[in-house]
């Protein structure tokens, strides 16, 4: 899966962990963020209307999302010589538990400045059907000199 810079192309794909969510890696990120909102704890809570929302149970943290995405990315980016510089997402649809979540990413382009190397990633987290579950966009550097 490494390349280096030069080697990039538009089009390259990254394939991140696989993440089982349960009831307990929900209860882990609660515990790990301090992030007790009743979101991801409370069933009943859940099964409230929220506007025109309704999850019917539990749902994960959103930046669980973000994290597997960090990790895809650093993954990689550090085996090149490259720095994960920036990270902007959206969540598109609630994870449960029960679900299984994949990040994935595909280079959108390159860019070479004065001072240094830039690669852009369009980013996504899909679940075990195939359904986006979060967006988003990447950017790392490639300083001069590395891979």
């Known amino acids: 899966m490494s390349a280096t810079f030069e080697e990039l ?5 990254l394939d991140g962990p696989i993440f089982a969510v349960s009831r307990e890696s929900i209860r882990e990120f609660c515990e790990a963020s301090l992030d007790f909102n009743p979101l991801h704890l409370d069933d009943n809570y859940m099964q409230g209307n ?9 749902i994960m943290h959103g930046m669980n999302n973000f994290g597997l995405i960090t990790r ?10 490259a720095e994960h510089r920036r990270l902007e997402t959206r969540w598109v649809r609630p994870v449960k538990p029960g679900d299984t979540i994949q990040p ?13 190397r830039w690669v852009t990633i369009d ?13 988003g966009e990447a950017a790392l550097e490639f300083p001069f000199g590395a891979a």
């Open 72 to 81: 895809m990315l650093t993954d990689w980016a550090y085996d090149v010589g």
């Open 104 to 116: 994935v990413g595909t280079l959108k382009r390159k860019l070479v400045t004065a001072k240094s």
């Open 123 to 135: 980013v996504e987290v899909r679940n075990q059907r195939g359904e986006t579950v979060a967006t």
């Open 50 to 58: 929220f506007g025109r929302t309704n999850f019917g149970g539990i």
């Open 9 to 13: 192309e538009p089009g390259f794909r």
